[in-house]
């Protein structure tokens, strides 16, 4: 089989046997690898009826046919089980170094199930695995245990996955770490793995699975990193790796502020930007496996209260969710908050998300002084976010309640309607009063509020289009047509999570299904359409959809915070968001046009020089200009009565993606739409049988 081995390493941390997993071809043809071929064999071991932390509850790491290849984007692998945050299904994607390893020991994954009574990892080889005492790692955290374990293994090349004390202490949001900086963040993935009293998994392989199509993979590769080379946003991820979008969404309004309740913080923006980082921090850029864009930061700060070694730095769903969300604007506190979640092992979203929370709840005096043991919770406090973060990963006093995420905590304490949730996992910083569709991908996402489960964050900015499958762009903070949006969005993004594929590489290689397609087929000979593909995304998806309703989730839980759909009273930044649009439309034209390596390296330099440290600058005078143009008060105005009128028009866009995916009353998909995907086994199981 090309692209994928056929199998997976079924370990039994109960028992302490390992054996093999033999799959049919068929499985990878109906859900290509990844969380999609996790999602269908978790169901197949009843997973939906084991409680999160429970030894039935089934935990994957699984990679795709890309997984491992020397596509760029291809380091990926994905994490997956039924999540302790949510209580629903829970996936989460970890980039670094280890995916082609984990390709190299000649399995496309390992699947734990029951639970250790003592501390083990795992080491895995091509050779073989085995079950190893993790005891004396146990409580140290996750830079440590990746050192003390090339240490104990005599190689340096291996590759390290592991859990630090949030994990072991069964936080609801903590995470697994590769790389020191490299996270599966998302749905506490951690807790799954210290509930097990799985420690790590260490891997370390050099085979080779097949390409079907090597001329073809060839030129694909070539095309793919032609054009990563005059990309507009490749090349200011490079420049200033996902902190770039500090600036730009600063300027459009989609970066919450005081746990969403502000729209702008100009001197916020500019202690945190990518710009600052780079002027002051920064020591070097990092890169995934086989990925020239090198996004990741690589931070040292020297002396005083938040001195950091030289290491991972933060990236914008960090700087947003540990500086924005409790607006701390100090970039050395707030790269210290991100050190220590990496380290202890925490996701930065939920941790800043619960902790903006938990400063809002005792702002309204529904928790004191008495429940934080003496501390004051505020915002602008980067000594009190140091030390919750502390104490969260330790369950220590406060920190204990704060474990648990926002919405435990506000149905204890109350404010419910400031717990920016959705099913039990922290909103991420992108709002949808700026980029209206977001609203229902957060509504609908499987694993709960996300923005990585449908590409609906590139298709509001004008990164990408869906005409080449037949469906016109739609307008800025408009509703019109943001429900069909979402559902083919939610698909191609389930492919991705399928194939495995870096998304940020694919927006820069051109960020089409097409291209997707091609990938794929070219590694696994399927030689899928782009309908047959989507309708792989679309199977994927209501399988995950479905494992959510058999755990419990109705169309009760497909609900957004009101305060996330209200409109800001500065404005709405609609005229920021179109030129953000245009800007990125005029790019994609005129790159298309470019050719030569002469030609490419004078775009680059401007891209360097003009263009991307001044976007900011240019977006907002384009968007006054059209303002100006068109007689629009509304960018960034003051206006209380215009901006009420802007209202996210959530419930329309709601229940036509439920027409329109056929989901009935309960928030279940139909009988006939699962039979339909081939999905008969889940449909009894959901419906009964017919």
Avoid at 165 to 170: C, I, K, S, T
């Amino acid at each position: 089989m090309n692209g994928n081995w056929g199998k997976i390493l079924k370990v039994d941390l109960t028992s302490g046997e390992v054996d093999d997993w033999e799959l049919e071809e068929r499985l990878y043809r109906e859900f290509i690898g990844g969380s999609g071929l996790a999602a269908w064999l978790f169901f197949q071991l009843e997973g939906h009826k084991a409680e999160p932390l429970s030894p039935r509850n089934p935990l994957f790491f699984l990679n795709g046919p890309i997984s491992g290849t020397t596509l760029p984007g291809s380091s990926r692998l994905e994490v997956c089980a039924r999540s302790p945050l949510t209580g629903i299904w829970g996936e989460a994607s970890i980039g670094g170094h280890v995916s082609p390893d984990l390709k190299g020991t000649g399995y496309d994954g390992v699947v734990f199930t029951g639970a250790s009574d003592k501390p083990v990892y795992l080491y895995l080889t091509e050779e073989g695995a085995e079950l190893r005492d993790a005891s004396h790692l146990w409580g140290k955290d996750t830079f440590e245990v990746e050192k003390l374990l090339k240490e104990e293994l005599e190689d340096k090349r291996v590759k390290v996955i592991s859990i630090g004390p949030a994990g072991e202490n069964l936080v609801k949001y903590a995470s697994v770490v590769n790389d020191q900086g490299s996270l599966a963040g998302r749905g506490g993935m951690g807790a799954v793995m210290g509930s097990k009293k799985l420690k790590a998994v260490v891997v370390r392989g050099k085979k080779k699975s097949g390409i079907a199509d090597q001329e073809a993979y060839k030129r694909l590769r070539k095309e793919g990193l032609d054009n990563l080379k005059k990309d507009i946003f490749t090349e200011g991820m490079h420049l200033y790796g996902t902190s770039l979008g500090i600036d730009l969404c600063s300027v459009i309004n989609d970066l919450p502020i005081k746990n969403w309740r502000e729209a702008r913080w100009p001197e916020g923006t500019e202690e945190l930007s990518g710009a600052r980082m780079n002027e002051t921090i920064l020591t070097d850029r990092h890169s995934c496996y086989a990925c020239p864009v090198a996004c990741k930061r690589i931070v040292e700060v020297k002396g005083g209260d938040y001195a950091i070694e030289e290491g991972p730095g933060p990236e914008y769903e960090c700087l947003g969710a540990l500086g924005f969300m409790p607006r701390v604007g100090d970039l050395h506190a707030v790269v210290k908050a991100n050190q220590l979640c990496n380290a202890y092992g925490m996701d930065a979203i939920s941790t800043g998300g619960t902790i903006a929370y938990a400063i809002e709840a005792f702002e309204n005096g529904l928790i004191t002084e008495k429940d934080t043991e003496g501390m004051t919770l505020d915002w602008g406090r980067p000594d009190n976010l140091l030390e919750l973060v502390r104490k969260i990963a330790l369950r220590e006093g406060f920190g204990d309640e704060l474990a648990e995420g926002c919405r435990l905590m506000s149905q204890k304490y109350g404010g419910e309607e400031f717990a920016m949730h959705v099913k039990g996992m922290e909103c991420p910083m992108h709002d949808p009063r700026a980029l209206w569709s977001m609203a229902v991908g957060y509504a609908t996402g499987i694993r709960g509020a996300c923005h990585n489960k449908d590409i609906n964050l590139g298709l509001e900015m004008g990164i990408s289009a869906l005409e080449e499958i037949g469906y016109p762009n739609t307008k800025s903070q408009n509703r019109e047509g943001k429900a069909m949006q979402t559902i083919q969005g939610q698909a191609i993004a389930s492919v991705c999570d399928s194939a495995v594929i870096c998304i940020f590489a694919w927006k820069g290689m051109s960020y089409t299904l097409g291209s997707l397609r091609d990938f794929i087929n070219a590694v696994t000979g399927f030689d899928y359409t782009n309908d047959e593909l989507l309708e792989v995304g679309q199977r994927t998806w209501y399988l995950k959809r479905a494992i959510g309703n058999l755990c419990g989730m109705t169309r009760e839980d497909d609900q957004v915070p009101q305060r996330i759909i209200n409109p800001h009273l500065e404005g709405t930044a609609s005229d920021a968001v179109k030129a953000l649009n245009k800007v990125m439309s005029l790019d994609s034209k005129f790159a298309d046009r470019i050719q030569g390596e002469r030609a490419v390296k004078y775009y680059k330099l401007a891209l360097d020089k003009l263009l991307i440290p001044n976007m900011s600058r240019i977006l907002m005078l384009i968007a006054r200009l059209m303002s100006l143009a068109s007689k629009d008060r509304r960018f960034m105005k003051a206006d209380t009565e215009e901006a009420l009128r802007k209202r996210v028009d959530f419930d329309f866009m709601l229940e036509e993606y439920y027409q329109l995916r056929r989901i009935d009353e309960r928030g279940y998909p139909e009988r006939e739409v699962l039979e339909d995907l081939g999905l008969d086994e889940v449909s009894q199981s959901l419906h009964g049988i017919a």
